[in-house]
């Protein structure tokens, strides 16, 4: 087992080298950039994703080698600044050096976790990473957590009377709630319950009320998930599908094996079998993909669910760091997600081994 944690740990470093290439390459493509936006501030202009003349974003910066006349040429706007003006914001932005030089000094920081300076924050990128990961933290945990209390009895509940017109029912709710968005989700709850045309009972945008450092412990864990409970059920209601129906299809192959057939023989309960010997064997793919049902959630769900409640986590930094084309920002975020995702799908495949000793991973290729 050790030497496949080493081969595994050896493996990301390419993979995360590929994310973060793929990445850096699509930004030199990408329309816009700093630059343009404080062009667009200084003239009092609207900044757009589409602000730049001549091509693509990798035109800006390439710089190096144009003369200071030049430089203006590169940018919508910029007509009337002062040359050297504009020159200097490529220095500072560093976007007077190759292509190359500025990945591969990129890479040379991350891998020492210095990510640098926000362009327009004014503030270490980490520090903000680390002050809006709880946020993110809290609403992928709970969101698993509760995902998990509710798709394993209804899995469970669906095996045992799999056919029923309960099945059946539950199905249908199942494969709606799969279906439609959890964004589409979220809007509809604040429009019923959040003051948007029916009822005002839960807030609306972030995750504590002011003054919530008077509050008594009680009434800060009370304010605390009367904040959560909207978004978590917008994430809930669309994530529990796959997990329920994981569930019922694990009990449902588990039942029909040998051993259950043998202990109904020996007279033992359904309960007995059920709870005594089925489930133990049922829930283990189940709770070994615990690790990997956070990532998903703390992944695919947090970006829109933040933006539309205002909770400022990593998904709405992301977002707004994008829009603002704050590159230290995005590129730090997609180092620590990326890092992340490849940590826990490690952890989630040692579980698997931690659940059942059956299972060897050093017995096949990585």
Known sequence: MAAYIVRRLLLMIPTILGIMLVSFTIVQFAPGGPIERIIAQIQGTEVSATARVGGTAGSDFSGGGAAASDVTAKYRGAQGLDPEFIASLEKQFGFDKPVYERFALMVWNYARFDFGESYFRDVQVIDLIIEKMPVS????????????????????????????????????????????????????????????????????RGLTSDGWEDLTLFGKITDYMWHLALPITAMVISGFATTTLLTKNS????????????????????????????????????????????????????????????????????????????????????????????????????????????????????
Request: glycine fraction near 10%; proline fraction near 3%.
């Open 251 to 366: 009990f449902l192959d588990e039942i029909k094996k040998q051993y259950v057939i043998t202990a109904r023989a020996k007279g033992l309960t359904e309960r007995e079998v059920l709870y005594g010997h089925v489930f133990r064997n049922a829930m283990l793919i189940v709770i070994a993909g615990f690790p990997g049902a956070f990532v998903g959630v703390f992944f695919t769900g947090s970006l829109l669910i933040e933006t539309i409640f205002s909770l400022d986590g990593l998904g709405l930094l992301s977002f707004e760091s994008i829009i603002n084309r704050d590159y230290p920002v995005v590129f730090g975020t997609l180092y620590i997600f990326g890092l992340l995702g490849l940590v826990i799908t490690l952890i989630s495949d040692l579980t698997y081994t931690w659940i059942d000793p059956r299972i060897d991973f050093e017995t096949r290729e990585v």
């Open 137 to 204: 933290i809290s609403l992928g945990l709970w969101t698993t957590l509760i995902t998990y209390m509710i798709s394993i009895p209804l899995g469970v509940m669906k095996a045992v009377r799999d056919g029923s017109s309960l099945d059946v029912w539950t199905s249908a709710v199942i494969i709606v709630g799969y279906a439609i968005p959890g964004f589409l989700f979220a809007v509809v709850l604040i429009v019923l319950f959040a003051g948007g045309s029916y009822f005002d009972v839960f807030p609306l």
